[in-house]
């Protein structure tokens, strides 16, 4: 009987590497080629930037290849057990990082299934470096990256999200991936905090940073990066400016904006009522929302409404009717804000919340109540989670104790061991 050699692609373009691995597969038998899913491209690798019907068209079109199939984990077990390959054909450059998981997964499962793993040297050449410039390129476009959001919520269970405040933080939330219990973990979104933007300026966090500026972060973090983006923009300002954000947002390519239901000068949740601060009321946040809403041109962009209510000790029931009015006036998605050192009244606005709008998703930011799992917040219906401010945090104290070290040791070598070589900082930062 002929034997099957298997190898699975996560591309959205076929190139000479990927037809060396297919050639090598031939040289053992029938070939079925596997193409990854949407839902793990996205949590794995990058997004697809063309459809699963399109990428599986491209392999069968390959002259070395017979059949090719849907794989619908990143991990190998279903289609060893399913398709029982007698080879898996793979290139070799997944035997450092996090990937050699998934090298240790197809071993493991060849092993009990009686396989064999054949690696493939990787082809590195300028026309390959050239295409897979290409596909990110056309990642960072506009209309490519702002509706990947509204794809992320269709395909993962919790959109992890974290703040970026310039292009080395962006670069961070890009491409760190660990490999955990087995599984590999990365962020799938990035947040521009209002508070953690003001900071790295030196201001307060009372909306005297202005959009102008802010533009400009969100740009530095999009030249470098693909993942949608989440703006902060406060309380929105005033309704007629709000409007002229939401379109030159959208012309961006951010994937979303959330806006929160406070008015006049503006001060950080955090402090809650220990500073004075004044919620809007319902019905003009509402038109806010409408207006936003009407002038927003494309179906890809979210308006999220923020809701101060549990922040400014309100209560639950002045929280739910202000997240009635506002989906009624249009919002894509609701946050809810606590800071709370326990996440109840988060899940009760959930749970009551969900019961109404199953379908609107929600998002929490988990900066008091850090305990929380992810885990929980999805079994309580949140959509998105926001780590708003833990990079700026960790970074300041790290910086501080340098300075103080040099100061006090009039040199820098006390502190040198601490520190990171440039050179691996830089790893991080593609060259053209
Ligand atoms: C921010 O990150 O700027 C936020 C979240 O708005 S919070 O600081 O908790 O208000
Ligand atoms: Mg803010």
């Known amino acids: 009987m002929q034997k099957t050699a298997y190898a699975c692609f996560c591309t959205d ?11 090598e597969a031939k040289k053992y038998g029938r070939v079925v080629a596997g193409v990854l899913c949407d839902r793990e491209m996205v949590r794995y690798n990058r997004f697809p930037t063309v459809s699963l019907e399109d990428r599986i068209a491209m392999l069968e079109a390959e002259p070395d290849v017979d059949e090719a ?4 984990t990143i991990f190998y077990d279903r289609i060893v057990e399913t398709l029982h390959p007698d080879f898996i054909v793979h290139g070799d450059n997944w035997r450092g990082g996090p990937e050699s998981a998934i090298r240790q997964n197809v071993l493991d499962a060849l092993h009990k299934s009686g396989g064999e793993l054949i690696e493939v040297p990787y082809t590195f050449n300028p026309s390959i470096k050239k295409i897979d410039e290409r596909v990110r390129e056309k990642l960072t476009m506009p209309e490519f990256r702002r509706g990947r959001l509204k794809k992320l919520l269709a395909l993962v269970p919790i959109v992890k999200t974290i703040e970026v405040t310039n292009g080395l933080t962006g670069l961070l939330a890009e491409k760190t991936v660990v490999e955990h219990a087995g599984g590999l973990d990365q962020f799938d979104a990035m947040w521009i905090s209002s508070l953690c933007d003001s900071t790295a300026k030196g201001k307060p966090d ?10 400009r972060t969100i740009d530095d973090v999009m030249d470098v990066t693909t993942k949608p983006i989440i703006l902060d923009a406060d309380t929105g300002g005033l309704i007629e400016h ?12 951010v994937s979303a ?13 955090l402090f809650g009522t220990e500073v004075e601060q004044t919620q809007d009321t319902m019905e003009h946040f509402s038109e806010k929302i409408r207006a936003a809403k009407d002038a927003q041109r494309t179906d890809d962009f979210m308006i999220i409404a923020r809701i101060e209510s549990l922040i400014l000790e309100k209560g639950l029931e002045d929280a739910l009717a202000r997240a009635e009015a506002y989906v009624h006036a249009g919002a894509d998605a609701i946050m809810i804000h606590s800071r709370k050192k326990e996440p109840n009244e988060v899940f009760a606005f959930a749970d009551a919340f969900k019961k109404v709008h199953s379908d609107t998703p929600l998002v929490a930011v988990p ?6 799992t992810e885990a929980e917040l999805i079994a ?14 960790s970074a300041f104290p790290a910086m501080e104790r340098t300075a103080k070290s040099i100061l006090s040791h009039h040199r820098a070598k006390e502190i040198d061991a601490e520190l990171m070589p440039f050179k691996e900082i830089i790893r991080l930062i593609d060259d053209i």
């Not at 309580?380 to 945090?393: C, E, K, P, S």
């Open 380 to 393: 309580h219906g949140i959509n998105i989670v926001i780590y708003a401010n833990q990079l700026t945090r």
């Open 206 to 215: 009372i909306e005297l940073v202005d959009m102008s500026s802010r533009l």
């Open 69 to 72: 199939i849907v794989q619908d």
């Open 13 to 23: 373009i076929i190139h000479d590497g990927h037809r060396n691995i297919l050639r």
């Open 242 to 253: 709000f409007v002229y954000h939401v379109h030159t947002l959208e012309r961006m390519g």
């Open 257 to 269: 904006v959330i806006v929160e239901d406070k008015t006049g000068l503006k001060k950080n949740s």
């Open 367 to 372: 900066t008091s109540y850090s305990s929380v």
